[in-house]
């Protein structure tokens, strides 16, 4: 027991106080808390997201398709819908990969809705080789939102880049937790959280 109350001390440590490094100067103008399902089964794969479950009206991203897969990662192409509380619902394509080698990992991602482009992607590399795998490195995202003339809204683009830290949840097998904090080109300070959960890993 004492044993474990270490490690999640440590990992609380890990994905909490070293992204703060970004955010020492600013405080965050943008917390986010995103909770992830991320399941394969064969040639299946899907991902159940809340994209921030700090805001209302809350969203679900709800994507599956075709899944590749080897010893050295994987590609997902996947289709499915954005669906809010409000009501409103909106189509998605979503490319996902991940590749990893002995010392680092890469992850990329493009999707695509009827109003943005989405392209993010990571490195990171790990920090100790026990069973919590803390790992850190580099987060870059950039959303494009289309003009909305309807409305009355110009194209906008945001993009980030900063800190990630990651490590496995102790005695929850498939669960990992990340933080990312960085600052986009408006000056916004953005701190994201993220506990992915990936049932039979």
């Given amino acids: ?37 991320h399941w394969q089964a064969g040639h299946l794969a899907g991902w159940v997201i809340v994209p921030d479950a700090t805001r209302t009206p809350r969203q679900l991203l709800l994507v599956a398709g075709y899944l590749t897969r080897d010893d050295r990662g994987w590609k997902e192409v ?20 991940y590749a990893k080698s002995r010392r680092t990992d890469l992850y990329t991602e493009f999707q695509l809705r009827s109003n943005l482009a989405l392209m993010s992607g ?15 490195g580099v987060e ?4 494009v939102v289309f003009e909305d003339k309807a409305h009355g ?17 102790p005695k929850l097998k498939g669960t990992n937790i990340a ?23």
């Fill in 1 to 37: 027991m004492e044993e474990t109350m270490k490690h999640l001390i440590l990992a609380a440590c890990a994905v909490l106080v070293l992204p703060s490094l970004v955010t020492a100067q600013t405080p965050p103008n943008d917390y986010q808390f995103r909770p992830l399902l």
């Fill in 153 to 169: 809204k110009p194209a906008k683009t945001t993009t980030g880049v900063g800190l990630r830290a990651s490590v496995k949840v």
């Fill in 78 to 97: 996947m289709f499915g819908s954005v669906i809010g509380t409000d009501g409103v619902v909106k189509p998605v394509a979503n490319f996902r990969s």
């Fill in 122 to 136: 990571f490195v990171t590399v790990p920090v100790t080789s026990d069973t919590l795998g803390w790992r850190v």
């Fill in 140 to 143: 870059y995202e950039q959303v």
């Fill in 179 to 201: 933080t990312t904090a960085f600052k986009n080109i408006h000056g916004n300070v953005v701190v994201r959280t993220y506990v992915v959960y990936k049932p039979g890993k």
